[in-house]
């Protein structure tokens, strides 16, 4: 099973950009699915952008469409998570998931590897 490490998350003001990471550790990686969640206080986890195993794949939340790209570097074993243009509404807790089918699947209970989050405050 694959193991996730997120970074980078910050207090930045609106219209800020930031750059989530996610580093996998673990067999397999190359072979997982990879999507970045959210969970704001009171709110339910919410797929925000995924990608496949060859990147072939990628999707984004209808929220953050046009503002945020994914990418991930197989040799290295990372998942990046560009966020531009932020808005006080993308405060949350950034989560980073494996999902070892492979090819992208948007139903949170088909991830089973999962980071411990990190904290992304947009407020001025």
């Known amino acids: 099973q694959v193991q996730m490490v997120e970074s980078g998350g910050r207090l930045v003001q609106p219209g800020d950009s930031l750059t989530l990471s996610c580093a996998a550790s673990?067999?397999?990686?190359?072979?997982?699915?990879v999507a970045w969640f959210r969970q704001a206080p009171g709110k339910d986890r919410v797929l925000v952008a995924g990608?496949?195993?060859?990147?072939?794949?990628?999707h984004y939340a209808d929220s953050v469409k046009g503002r945020f790209t994914i990418s991930r570097d197989n040799d290295k074993k990372t998942v990046t998570l560009q966020m531009n243009s932020l808005k006080p509404e993308d405060t949350a807790v950034y989560y980073c998931?494996?999902?070892?089918?492979?090819?992208?699947?948007?139903?949170?209970?088909?991830?089973?590897?999962w980071g411990q989050g990190t904290q992304v405050t947009v407020s001025s």
């Open positions: 673990g067999r397999g990686f190359s072979s997982y699915a």
């Open positions: 998931a494996g999902d070892p089918y492979g090819d992208l699947r948007l139903e949170i209970a088909n991830y089973d590897s």
């Open positions: 990608i496949s195993w060859s990147s072939a794949m990628i």
